[in-house]
T-cell receptor, first 113, second 112 residues
């Protein structure tokens, strides 16, 4: 099976812009989670989607949003970008029937100038 | 609520020496425990996992971990490290159907 894919891999934006990141889970996985990784904060949970519904949400401002499509692909959107949003954004998928193991994509490196 | 504490942010160790990366968790429910490794500019890769059964879990690349319920720990060990083990290591905990909680990571540097 193909792994989790994320596009784009690298992105440069300026403050105030918005950005959309995409994640395609492993075939058959219906759960997709998003994480923000920064050197000082480690992995911070953003949200999880399962069957097009958000089932868990981390402690991030409303500028961070997501959605999931019927084919389980997920997008994450960040509006009004701030310098502090520069990070590696990781997507992970899992099959809810197989003991919760998450499989991670390579990430999207977002730089906000 | 669940949480994970990785006690060491950085661990330097000489090549071929043993290493232990410490992880403690807090949870009021049954847990599943994981160790992930992240190489530079890559995503996270599963090293090993504890779901149930034997408390000693063996993973890839010669790593193993021991689940200790009384001490709420899940420490990662390797008897002899290689240069290629230099990476960031993350401990994680989850319960059935719940979200994952990650530690802040331990940077392992293997010194030739």
């Amino acid at each position: 099976k193909a792994g989790v894919t994320q596009t784009p891999r690298y992105l440069i934006k300026t403050r105030g812009q918005q950005v959309t990141l995409s994640c395609s889970p492993i075939s058959g996985h219906r759960s997709v989670s998003w994480y923000q990784q920064t050197p000082g904060q480690g992995l911070q949970f953003l949200f999880e989607y399962f069957s097009e519904t958000q089932r868990n949400k981390g402690n991030f401002p409303g500028r961070f949003s997501g959605r999931q499509f019927s084919n389980s692909r997920s997008e994450m959107n960040v509006s009004t970008l701030e310098l502090g949003d520069s990070a590696l954004y990781l997507c992970a998928s899992r099959d809810m029937s197989s003991y919760n193991e998450q499989f991670f994509g390579p990430g999207t490196r977002l730089t906000v100038l | 609520a669940q949480s994970v504490t990785q006690l060491d942010s950085q661990v330097p160790v000489f090549e071929e020496a043993p290493v232990e990366l410490r992880c403690n968790y807090s949870s009021s429910v049954s847990v599943y425990l994981f160790w992930y490794v992240q190489y530079p500019n890559q995503g996270l890769q599963l090293l090993l996992k504890y779901l149930s059964g034997s408390t000693l879990v063996k993973g890839i690349n010669g790593f193993e971990a021991e689940f200790n319920k009384s001490q709420t720990s899940f420490h990662l060990r390797k008897p002899s490290v290689h240069i290629s083990d230099t990476a960031e290591y993350f401990c994680a905990v989850t319960g059935t159907g719940n979200q994952f909680y990650f530690g802040t990571g331990t940077s392992l540097t293997v010194i030739p």
